[in-house]
């Protein structure tokens, strides 16, 4: 079995990262189509303003990233005659761009200003349909050019994203983890390598040093040493671990909650923690290891009972709903090191609720 691992072009972060845009976009093109995301277009104007090397056609989006929405984008950017593409926004925005740079061929520039999720460093556009459901992971050809995060920007977000972000993460040591018990596959066609599964360690203590701290800092919009060492771990180790380590039942639980219409509303990496926490009682885990996750994540905010994510621990159906969808063939459940299925998952999904951490 071949071992892989793979890898953003450039990384950049830091407090006014976003003021060597224009040289950093110099390196792959003279013309960049930029898709902003609609709520922050006019915080990124300033920084927009100063290209001078590199022409910049701007686009806002509103949409989430499904079929219609990454055809249009590659349209307009195809019109535009640009030779890369620049997404400035959350997941979605970020996808879309992805998606439609792959499509095109073009260099794809990723300029995250929430940190909700580990998306940014990745190869992977997830495809909702237009009711928000999951339809399908689209893995394009390579990771991005360069991912550029202004960590004076991403702090002036809502604490919640901030949050979500660190969910997500939490769940990439415990992934990763389960693909190397179980010689199951990562996301890049391989066994993970050793650097993947140390990034996803170093993820987890990274996030369990200082996560509380920086959730704190966010909330103020200080950027600290916590909060950067937070946003490295959630957005560049995140992305490294999970992709390169793999995914397992946090993700494969996440993707069930999805169907359920009372969860829509909530942010990926929210209904991703519930995954890692029910992961925790699909086999005979440590309960020294389920109370510190339990306690890490209500230190930092995230929820820890189905009722945190509006769904109702008995509605049998519902839980069920989720159980099937999580298990369904090829799902990435079965990367666990040990059989599950749909009966087992809503045992976990029970157990989870109940648990009190003492």
């Known amino acids: 079995m071949l071992r892989t691992s793979i890898f953003p072009s450039r990384y950049v972060q830091g407090a006014g990262a976003l003021d060597s845009l224009d040289a950093e976009l110099a390196r792959l093109g003279t013309h960049a189509a930029c898709l902003v995301d609609a709520n922050v277009a006019a915080l990124l104007q300033p920084a927009l303003s100063k290209a ?5 056609v701007v686009r806002s989006v509103d949409a989430a990233c499904t079929e219609r929405s990454v055809a249009a984008a590659a349209d307009w950017i195809r019109e535009s005659g640009a030779d890369i593409v620049v997404s400035f926004g959350g997941g979605k925005v970020v996808d879309t761009g992805r998606a439609a740079a792959d499509d095109l061929r073009l260099p794809f520039v990723c300029v995250p200003t929430i940190a909700a999720s580990d998306a940014p460093c990745s190869a992977l556009a997830v495809i909702y349909d237009e009711e928000g459901r999951v339809v399908r992971d689209r893995f394009v050809r390579r990771n991005p050019d360069l991912v550029l995060l202004d960590t004076s ?26 693909c190397r018990r179980a010689y199951a596959n990562n996301l890049c066609g391989g066994r993970g390598t050793a650097l993947a599964f140390e990034a996803a360690k170093l993820c987890r203590d990274t996030l369990f040093a200082h996560a509380v701290q920086a959730v704190d800092d966010c909330r103020a919009q200080i950027v ?18 999970f992709e390169s380590g793999g995914v397992a039942a946090a993700h494969a639980i996440h993707h069930g909650l999805a169907d359920l219409p009372s969860s829509r509303g909530l942010l990926h990496g929210e209904k991703v923690a519930i995954g890692v926490l029910a992961s925790l009682f699909l086999s005979a885990v440590p309960d020294d290891e389920r109370q510190r996750v339990f306690r890490f994540c209500r230190a930092v905010g995230l929820p ?41 998952v809503v045992a976990a999904l029970k157990a989870m609720d109940r648990y009190t951490v003492r």
């Open 153 to 178: 920007l991403i702090v002036r977000a809502p604490v919640r994203f901030f949050i979500a972000g660190i969910g997500d993460a939490l769940a990439t040591f415990y992934e990763a983890d389960a």
């Open 52 to 56: 001078e090397r590199v022409k910049l």
């Open 304 to 344: 820890t009972r189905l009722a945190d994510i509006n769904v109702d621990v008995t509605n049998q159906a519902a839980l069920e709903t989720v159980a099937k969808r999580a298990c369904r063939a090829g799902e990435i459940i079965h990367n666990e090191p040990y059989p599950v299925d749909a009966p087992l």
């Open 224 to 241: 600290t040493p916590d909060f950067d060492a937070t946003l490295e771990a959630t957005v560049l180790l995140s992305g490294v671990g």
